[in-house]
């Protein structure tokens, strides 16, 4: 009996864990607070980051088909373990190359001729976030948020062509501002995915106006929760174990 019990316990363990962690897709993070003082922002990610996975930032402008140029490109590491699902990672001070850092994984200038302007603008200014082989290769768009809309190729940016949609990776958080950051709920949701839609809102954000000093300014670090309820899959192997069981210790009485 005690094998039994312990093999179907072990059963659903196995089940349950994520044994490999799929390649991201656009929505699968997003971000939650943009400084332009301190040039640095901040994001969630939704679903498991394996390890080292590289993500590429970029404050240039997508037309639709390509970036522009002028402005300046970011490489992240994530580390040697794999980032769970819900942390929320800072990226600061990507202006200065002696002292900008994440706080996870290892973060970079990437090197790509033409890079200018490290920093970020409070007036009209966007962050794509994707990956690629490498800064310049074709991107796959992870997320992306601007500081005004998403409409103009040469001064914000566009979402044509990147799969993401506003509440799915993107953020239009439609004026300057020095600070913005997500001040939604970050937890009692049932998926991770529940929280792409409340990011996306403007409406739960907290904008500072462009007059202010903000560069010490430390975005809210704490971790998105789901309240746990298991998969159907688990249900039907806890079943089958159950099973198992009542069918042992009838032979047994037998």
């Known amino acids: 009996?005690?094998?039994?019990?312990?093999?179907?316990?072990a059963a659903a363990?196995?089940?349950v864990s994520h044994s490999a962690v799929a390649a991201l897709g656009a929505g699968d993070i997003a971000f939650t607070a943009l400084n332009a003082d301190e040039d640095g922002w901040a994001l969630v990610t939704f679903v498991d980051i394996a390890a080292n996975t590289t993500i590429y930032f970029t404050d240039n402008e997508w037309n639709g088909s390509a970036f522009n140029t002028g402005e300046s490109y970011h490489r992240w590491v994530s580390g040697g373990s794999t980032i769970a699902a819900g942390t929320v990672i800072r990226?600061?001070?990507?202006?200065?190359a002696s002292t900008l850092s994440s706080t996870l994984g290892t973060l970079s200038r990437a090197s790509v001729s033409g890079s200018s302007n490290f920093g970020l603008s409070a007036s009209e200014d966007s962050v794509y976030a994707y990956t690629a082989s490498s800064a310049t290769g074709t991107p796959s768009f992870l997320a992306a948020i601007t500081t005004t809309a998403f409409t103009g190729a040469t001064t914000s940016g566009l979402l044509t062509n990147t799969g993401l949609s506003i509440g799915n990776g993107a953020i239009a958080l439609g004026g300057g501002a020095e600070y913005e950051e997500?001040?939604?709920i970050r937890s009692g949701q049932a998926s991770f995915a529940a929280y792409k839609p409340l990011v996306g809102n403007i409406?739960?954000?907290t904008t500072n106006p462009d007059n202010g000093s903000y560069a010490g300014v430390v975005p809210n670090t704490t971790a998105?929760?789901?309240?746990a309820v298991p998969e159907p899959q688990t249900y039907a192997l806890m079943?089958?174990?159950l099973l198992a069981v009542g069918w042992v210790a009838r032979r047994r009485r037998g």
């Not at 990226?91 to 200065?96: L, S, T």
């Open 239 to 241: 079943l089958s174990g």
């Open 203 to 205: 409406a739960n954000w």
């Open 91 to 96: 990226f600061q001070n990507i202006d200065d």
């Open 182 to 184: 997500y001040t939604g």
């Open 13 to 15: 363990a196995a089940l």
């Open 1 to 9: 009996m005690k094998h039994y019990l312990a093999l179907t316990a």
């Open 224 to 227: 998105f929760a789901v309240t």
